[in-house]
Structures are given as C-alpha cells and as structure tokens.
C-alpha cells in the first residue's frame, strides 16, 4: 500500500483586473471609474464594511463640500456611493488585510491577504486614508491564545451568543451598542447574562443611545461591572474569567463565557510600509498626472497620496481616482483611452446599466 503523502495544493489565485485596497469614500469611486473603464474590481476592507474612517470616525456628522449635494451625513456619502458602484458589481472583502504584494514575471501583481486570499490582479489602487483600521487591542497577559475562540474584536455570528454570559469590555458608543443589541436579541439568540465592563461607570455615546442602556440596567438585562481589567482567569484551556481592579482598590473576578472587546479603531500603515514603495512622512509618493507609486502597476489616492500641492478633501480623491483609472486603462490598453461622456456614450451607459447591451 502506497502510504506516500501528498500536501494539499495551494488553491489557484483569483485573476481580476484591479484589487482595490481601502472601501472609505474615495476607494468606492476609485470603483465606479474603473468600472467606466471596463474594469473589474475585487475590493479589500480592515472593517466588516464599506465607509473607512469616513463613516468611521464621523457617520452622523455633515458633510457641505460634495458637488450637487448640499448637505448629507457620512453614512449617507458612503451609502450613495456603494448604490452608485452597485452596477459593476465588485467583489468586497471585508474584516481583512493585505498581507502582501508581489510583482509576478508577466507584471500582474499577486495580492495575499490574512485570511489567505490569493488575488492575481493587472494593477493594484491602495485607497487606505491614514491606513488600515484594526480593533483597538486589550492587552493582558494569555489573553491572545483565545482570540477568535471566546475573545472576539468583530463579532461575526451572533447566534454563537446565546446562552452564554458575555462581557462586553469598553466605554465608548461601540461597546455601549453591542451591549444593547447583546440584551435586545430575540430570546433564542440572546446571552444568558450581558455585562458591560469599564474602568467607570461613564459611557461616551449619544443621550438616545445611553437611555437604552439605562432602561436595560434598570430592566436587570445589562449589568455593569466597574474597574480596571489585570488579568485572566483560566482553566483547562477555557478562558474563565477577568480580573479587575476596583475603583476602591479591592480586587474582584467577573466571570464570563465570551468576551467581546470594543475599544475603537486605531489606523496603522501594517505591511504597506514592507512593499518597496516610496514613503514620505507616511504616505506614498504619487505622480500627480496618474497617481502612480514607485512600483509600476500600483497606484495610490485619497489621504494616503502624497505629491506637490495636496490637499486632504475627499472631492480631490474623487479628481485623484478618476485620473488614476485613466492611467490605468491606458498603461493595461497601451495606447491613450479615448475621453467618453456618460451622457452621450452608449458604452458607458451599457456599463451603468441605464441602456440596453447591444
């Protein structure tokens, strides 16, 4: 019997014309100008969705400075966007980062994420504002060992919840809301005990928002736990418990099943800065006629561009990204892309799904 082994072979990396990194307001565009040019685009995100540090940092707060609208929210910039892509149908990646990029022989660019997608694309966009954001860690001794397991910084299936006591440690409007939502799920899914964990029995969220909490408190489906956060409890391999400190200095132990950290967002540059690519007071040096980096194939706009007389506004990142795509398509084409309106070209509008394909 032949008991020879055989390693599993790496899946095929996915061919898509542009990987797109960063879904804030300027890489969304960066889509709907490719998609002009014919091209498709695979789109990677730190967030579990789209809006960056835009819908982030500023979701409900006003925005006077984009063109024909005279007023909408953040959320309301990023949701108009995202209908405005919705033609072109790119492919989101969301709650990953780029791990690496790598010029091939026949120069395409092979993209590796964390989570191990193999993208294999003709030209890379980095829309990454100030760059990627990531969960805010809490750092305790062992704590690390039980991420992904009862420790979790984005919370993928609720359901997983249910009957557990979930302590949700942070004092701003994230942790206050998954607090909420934790307490408010319907019974089947709901935890056995919701706890919300902070230093002080102080939150940082609208007035709207603290009364659920404090109508749920009152209802005995939130309690509060007040106190600096140690160390862990474990045993067996479980993750047990948190050891706080007490604002009158005596400690205490809270007991727990999963635990749900929302300490907010912190913006880092990660592997980007590994790529070769020409830095200048973190951020990458652009040719300002077509935004192109020091790597040929990979093309940089919005906050993260740096050239002579920039300026941080997102409708400069909407000029930035429409000219990038043209470079784009003329350095893929090799000839110069003709200029197209989409109020007179039947092909742009075939592309926008506002005439029919021929």
């Given at each position: 019997?032949?008991?020879?082994?055989?390693?599993?072979?790496a899946p095929e990396p996915i061919a898509t014309d542009a990987v797109v990194i960063g879904a804030g307001p300027v890489g969304l565009f960066q889509v709907f100008q490719l998609g002009l040019q014919g091209l498709r685009a695979h789109v990677i995100d730190a967030l579990p969705h789209a809006g960056g540090q835009c819908a982030q940092l500023y979701a409900d707060k006003p925005i006077y400075d984009i063109p024909a609208v005279p007023v909408c929210s953040a959320r309301e910039?990023?949701?108009?966007?995202e209908q405005q892509v919705a033609p072109f149908a790119p492919q989101w990646h969301w709650g990953d980062l780029v791990s690496s990029v790598a010029v091939q022989a026949d120069g395409r660019l092979l993209v590796g994420t964390g989570q191990g997608t193999q993208l294999l694309a003709r030209a890379v966009f980095i829309a990454a504002g100030v760059g990627a954001f990531v969960p805010r860690a809490l750092n305790l001794p062992g704590l690390d060992a039980f991420v992904g397991t009862q420790v979790h910084y984005h919370l993928d299936d609720a359901a997983a919840l249910a009957g557990q006591h979930v302590v949700v440690h942070g004092g701003d409007e994230a942790a206050v809301q998954q607090a909420i939502a934790c307490a408010s799920a319907p019974e089947a899914l709901r935890p056995a005990r919701t706890t919300l964990q902070h230093r002080r029995d102080v939150f940082d969220a609208p007035p709207s928002v603290l009364a659920q909490l404090q109508a749920l408190r009152e209802a005995g489906r939130i309690a509060v736990a007040v106190?600096?956060?140690t160390g862990i409890e474990e045993d067996a391999g479980r993750l047990r418990a948190l050891?706080?400190?007490?604002?009158?200095?005596?400690?205490?132990?809270?007991a727990l099943d999963v635990l749900l950290v929302r300490l907010g967002l912190a913006a880092r540059l990660g592997p980007l800065?590994?790529?070769?690519?020409?830095?200048e007071r973190k951020q990458l040096v652009v040719e300002p006629a077509t935004f192109s980096t020091s790597v040929p194939g990979i093309y940089a706009v919005g906050d993260i561009a740096s050239y002579p007389g920039k300026?941080?506004?997102?409708?400069?990142?909407?000029h930035e990204a429409t000219l990038a795509a043209f470079a784009c398509a003329e350095r893929l084409a090799q000839h110069k892309v003709p200029l197209e309106y989409t109020t007179s070209s039947t092909r742009l509008q075939q592309r926008l799904g506002v005439a029919p394909a021929p």
């Amino acid at each position: 019997m032949n008991t020879s082994y055989s390693p599993p072979t790496a899946p095929e990396p996915i061919a898509t014309d542009a990987v797109v990194i960063g879904a804030g307001p300027v890489g969304l565009f960066q889509v709907f100008q490719l998609g002009l040019q014919g091209l498709r685009a695979h789109v990677i995100d730190a967030l579990p969705h789209a809006g960056g540090q835009c819908a982030q940092l500023y979701a409900d707060k006003p925005i006077y400075d984009i063109p024909a609208v005279p007023v909408c929210s953040a959320r309301e910039l990023v949701q108009r966007l995202e209908q405005q892509v919705a033609p072109f149908a790119p492919q989101w990646h969301w709650g990953d980062l780029v791990s690496s990029v790598a010029v091939q022989a026949d120069g395409r660019l092979l993209v590796g994420t964390g989570q191990g997608t193999q993208l294999l694309a003709r030209a890379v966009f980095i829309a990454a504002g100030v760059g990627a954001f990531v969960p805010r860690a809490l750092n305790l001794p062992g704590l690390d060992a039980f991420v992904g397991t009862q420790v979790h910084y984005h919370l993928d299936d609720a359901a997983a919840l249910a009957g557990q006591h979930v302590v949700v440690h942070g004092g701003d409007e994230a942790a206050v809301q998954q607090a909420i939502a934790c307490a408010s799920a319907p019974e089947a899914l709901r935890p056995a005990r919701t706890t919300l964990q902070h230093r002080r029995d102080v939150f940082d969220a609208p007035p709207s928002v603290l009364a659920q909490l404090q109508a749920l408190r009152e209802a005995g489906r939130i309690a509060v736990a007040v106190g600096q956060a140690t160390g862990i409890e474990e045993d067996a391999g479980r993750l047990r418990a948190l050891a706080l400190l007490a604002p009158d200095g005596s400690s205490q132990r809270l007991a727990l099943d999963v635990l749900l950290v929302r300490l907010g967002l912190a913006a880092r540059l990660g592997p980007l800065a590994d790529w070769g690519l020409a830095l200048e007071r973190k951020q990458l040096v652009v040719e300002p006629a077509t935004f192109s980096t020091s790597v040929p194939g990979i093309y940089a706009v919005g906050d993260i561009a740096s050239y002579p007389g920039k300026r941080k506004l997102i409708v400069c990142g909407f000029h930035e990204a429409t000219l990038a795509a043209f470079a784009c398509a003329e350095r893929l084409a090799q000839h110069k892309v003709p200029l197209e309106y989409t109020t007179s070209s039947t092909r742009l509008q075939q592309r926008l799904g506002v005439a029919p394909a021929p």
